[in-house]
């Protein structure tokens, strides 16, 4: 069955499709760190760690050979995209109803439908994007598919707080997270942590007397800035309170990180990317997509018999790929 352009064309519904992931994606700060890649490839490769820069190439000597360059990767790995499918039903009841007022609004249904599916899309990749950046891979188990990608990050830039920030009298975050910066080997340029653990650190004893300058006489609580102020005199980047939400599979408001793990990145740039492919809707022959805009999202109507109805359907391939998987760390916080 192909796909009909009654109301609305593949063309059409693709791009309010597209338009609305690219929304929902862009609300996010996994956006700027793995920002989505359009491709027409339908498998995945990359590096292990490799870094965002080549190795600098070196001066030589007139008369003499240019040297062999090199990335900098010790070892690829690759991969095939995970497709991701999901149709919403316009059934016989919706289309007379609406047919009555205007056929334009059958039209208009196809959008919306198109817009909830480009968003939920969205929802679902940056999850992974999420799952990413703290674990070093991503693991999906659903709908039959069952596959894991370890994007290689050191084992030592997963950590655990010696004590837990929680206990608040007596844990020492700084020192936690000095021993994850030796462990990065770089500049700290962000920590991204839960509101909770800002709360934590707030009322923290050893950073209270640091902020305080003092061993006694001290308050309960110091500001966010207090905080941040003592972060940078120990050069340990900008802290950002990340307080996003995402939608789950099950409907429900969730994190977008846990609430317990302190994420320390670069000051700026991106650790990799999301690879999107060409889905088999788009090159097919009745959905008049451009082959300059096969890869990405498509979105098309299907027309089904007995009872008449339609089928929006939004499909796509892809999965963020962490190709700078060192330049990312994480402490479980408590």
Do not use: C
Request: proline share 5%.
């Amino acid at each position: 069955m192909g796909f009909t352009p009654n109301f609305r064309t593949p063309v059409q519904l693709t791009g309010v499709a597209r338009a609305a992931f690219d929304l929902q994606v862009g609300q996010y700060i996994t956006d700027g760190l793995l920002p989505v890649n359009e491709t027409y490839d339908i498998n995945f490769s990359f590096g292990v760690t490799q870094a965002a820069l080549p190795p600098a190439a070196s001066f030589r000597s007139f008369n003499s050979e240019s040297d062999v360059g090199s990335l900098g990767v010790s070892e690829s790995r690759s991969g095939k995209l995970p497709p991701i499918s999901r149709r919403l039903h316009v059934d016989e009841y919706q289309q007379l109803t609406m047919y009555q007022s205007s056929d334009d609004l059958i039209g208009a249904e196809f959008e919306r439908y198109a817009t909830s599916l480009g968003q939920a899309f969205a929802l679902r990749f940056v999850m992974a994007q999420a799952e990413a950046i703290t674990a070093g891979k991503v693991t999906i188990a659903e709908r039959g598919l069952t596959f894991e990608v370890n994007y290689g990050r050191k084992a030592g830039l997963t950590a655990n707080a010696a004590t837990p920030w929680s206990t608040i009298a007596t844990a020492d975050p700084l020192t936690d997270i000095e021993g994850l910066r030796a462990v990065y080997g770089r500049r700290i340029g962000r920590i991204v942590l839960s509101r909770q653990a800002m709360g934590y650190l707030q009322t923290n004893a050893n950073i209270i007397k640091i902020a305080m300058q003092r061993g006694s006489d001290l308050p309960p609580r110091i500001s966010v800035e207090d905080v941040r102020a003592v972060f940078r005199d120990y050069g340990l980047g900008e802290i950002v309170v990340n307080e996003e939400v995402v939608t789950n599979s099950a409907g429900a408001e969730v994190p977008l990180f846990a609430a317990d793990k302190v994420i320390i990145l670069p000051a700026a740039g991106a650790v990799g990317r999301t690879d999107l492919g060409v889905t088999a809707e788009s090159i097919r022959t009745d959905t008049g997509i451009a082959q300059s805009e096969r890869p990405g999202l498509f979105a098309g109507a299907l027309e089904s018999d007995d009872p008449s109805g339609y089928d929006v359907l939004v499909s796509a391939i892809g999965l963020p790929i962490l190709t700078d998987a060192n330049a990312t760390g994480v402490i479980d916080a408590f």
